[in-house]
């Protein structure tokens, strides 16, 4: 029995701890010895052990012995319960040990030559739980301020998109953005270049998250839809607009790993006429009346990585009314087309997308995002979604 041990023996049974206390001093223990009424206990923190020594039913002493019992569990204090002790059960706790009123001295003192040897290790692991709450309880505050951290930078991304879009004659259009997490690596833009002219943007940065999100707010300062001279200007083709910010994008010294995918567009509101480019974006979908689906093809090249040569086609499209022009990031590809089994396939759309297809464009805005509720993993999505529709909804 190891001699260093601090044993404290509460005395609710006179006869019983006289003998206890005796066997104990021979083996090499000095226990503390208190009687239960009219005398506090030592505090308990110097202990190790602890011993309550019943003769029968608690009784009058039971208020008193509940106490010491529950100051002993709330202290983490290995305990020896001998005697009838069930009144004292609910006051117990996992170091607690019920020892049978009919038990002998040589039973007790070998769970006390047990509990002795354990009680050392016992409260060792008892301080690193002690520490481990301590850093649950940091981690907790950490992980809270990060959560209000990371809402607050959602939110203000959030605001960098437009609330309104600007009038744009007979076009209309309409999105879909769901962030993976707080904070997304997709965005979107449309806004006035001159009276006649709207410029759309969509971009997907590599990734989601706090880097990509802030990648995405670059993106849109960077992008430059007209160059103004004096009281002139010109607008910006869009292949030229994809070029100068990928060389903003360059300069910035990104890591390889990181790159950005985007398209963007000008619309001309008075011919109906649209032009634009493509930097390693998915090809946008164009819509007819009839539910014809097909993709806007042409050659454009991943923006900010500098060791890669760049080429942006401009493709000018001339715009029905009742035709839609699709534009997504690749988190909504898989409701949109049919995953290729082999390079060189013809790309296919899903029979979802061709039964929406001749629909208007806030029924299918709608059936999109039904879809996409219903979705398995929906709550944990595992990118970012964003779409961008543009309409003309004029008379044919």
Known sequence: MCAATNLLIFDAAPHRCAELDGRLRQRGLAPTRVPVLGTDPPPLNGFDLAVIALDGSPNGA?????????????????TIVWGAGDELRPAGGPLVDWVAADAGVEEVLGRVG???????????????????ARLGEQLARHFDELDQEMRLAGRLQRDFLPREFPPAGPFRFHTIYRPATWVSGDMYDVFRIDEDHVGLFIADAMGHGVAAGLLTMFMR???????????????????????????????QHLPNCHFVTATYGVLDTRSATLRLARGGHPYPLRLSPAGEVSEVTSVGSLLGLPEVPTEFEVTELRLRPGEKLLFYTDGMEDL????????????????????????????????????????????NPADDVTLLLLEHAGEP
Not at 62 to 78: C, F, I, K, N, T
Not at 114 to 132: G, H, I, K, T
Not at 363 to 379: Q, T, V
Request: aromatic share 4%.
């Open 62 to 78: 039971r208020p008193a012995l509940e106490r010491a019992l529950r100051d002993l569990v709330r202290a983490h204090v290995a």
């Open 114 to 132: 047990a509990l002795a040897r354990y009680a050392p290790l016992v409260r060792r692991l008892q301080r690193e739980m002690e520490n481990l």
């Open 221 to 251: 300062q960077a992008l430059v839809a007209k160059r103004v001279n004096g009281k002139a200007y010109h607008i910006v083709s869009p292949a030229d607009a994809l070029q100068s910010l990928h060389e903003c994008l360059t300069q």
């Open 336 to 379: 949109l087309l049919v995953p290729r089994t082999q390079s060189g396939e013809v790309t296919r759309f899903t029979p979802d997308l061709l039964a929406w297809a001749s629909q208007p464009a806030g029924d299918l805005i709608s059936a999109l995002n039904n879809r996409l509720d219903n979705l398995a993993g929906s709550l």
